[in-house]
């Protein structure tokens, strides 16, 4: 009976108990502070920029990460290993959007200023790799047995997502070589429009001008960073209620066995 009611207990905080550090967490207790302590010597003392103070801070978590996810191939196997991994990462890549949403919006920044706390990620070729990369671990963790409907919801959208990165990235590499042959190579061809949002293609196509799609709110209004960040705001979501309904669905197959 108590057996029984741990299973439920497990199953009911299956997401937690997968991203809890475990073995790791007085290391992890012990470097978040010597992180942040580096993190303000770094950006405020020794006036290195933001994403090189964060990158550091980022280098140092990373090391009980490492050792975490190690534990988790071990006692778990490689699709819930790399379940940790993404929900880990994608869960960084989102407190990023969410800091450039509040440079913008609430501190005020310019676009081009406000590029979160890792600025020298915030280019065309990174989102392309990072989002592409996503849809790919996405798939393996299908074909590793997370069938549910939030995984194949998952899956579409992670899709469309990177299907607008795509688009931008065609986009930067076209301006780069008009600019290139204009002779301004050095003129930076970053942040442009996708698909959705403000000046997007939505917005400039006359197949798709005047229609429906152009008349729901912020589909054709919004700028970038608002894009982007819904973009994350609803696809982390989608990726930690697949990966919850997974990992219950593994905990009740234990306990039927």
């Not at 949002?197 to 919004?222: E, K, M």
């Amino acid at each position: 009976m108590a057996s029984h009611r741990q299973h439920r207990t497990l199953a009911r905080y299956a997401l937690l108990a997968l991203l809890h550090p475990r073995e790791q967490t007085r290391l992890v207790m012990l470097l978040v502070p010597v992180g942040l302590l580096l993190w303000g010597v770094a950006a405020l003392v020794v006036g290195m920029p933001i994403w090189g103070a964060t990158t550091v801070t980022l280098s140092l978590l990373l090391v009980p990460g490492v050792l975490k996810w190690r534990m988790d191939l071990r006692r778990h196997g490689r699709t819930v290993m790399l379940l940790s991994v993404l929900l880990a990462l994608q869960g960084f890549h989102s407190i990023e959007h969410v800091v450039q949403w509040l440079q913008y919006h609430w501190l005020g920044w310019l676009p081009q200023m406000s590029s979160g706390l890792i600025s020298a990620a915030n280019a065309e070729w990174v989102h392309f790799i990072w989002n592409w990369s996503v849809v790919t671990a996405v798939a393996l963790l299908l074909a590793g047995g997370m069938h549910n409907r939030w995984a194949w919801a998952l899956l579409v959208f992670a899709i469309a997502h990177a299907s607008e990165h795509s688009y931008m990235m065609v986009r930067y590499l076209q301006l780069k070589a008009e600019l290139g042959a204009l002779g301004v190579p050095r003129v930076s061809a970053q942040g442009l429009p996708g698909i959705l949002g403000r000046d997007g293609w939505l917005a400039r196509s006359p197949t798709t001008q005047n229609t429906f799609l152009c008349r729901i709110p912020g589909v054709t209004t919004i700028n970038r960073i608002d894009v982007h960040f819904w973009w994350n705001s609803i696809e982390t979501p989608l990726l930690f209620l697949a990966g919850h309904t997974f990992l219950r669905s593994r905990i009740g197959a234990g306990m039927r066995g």
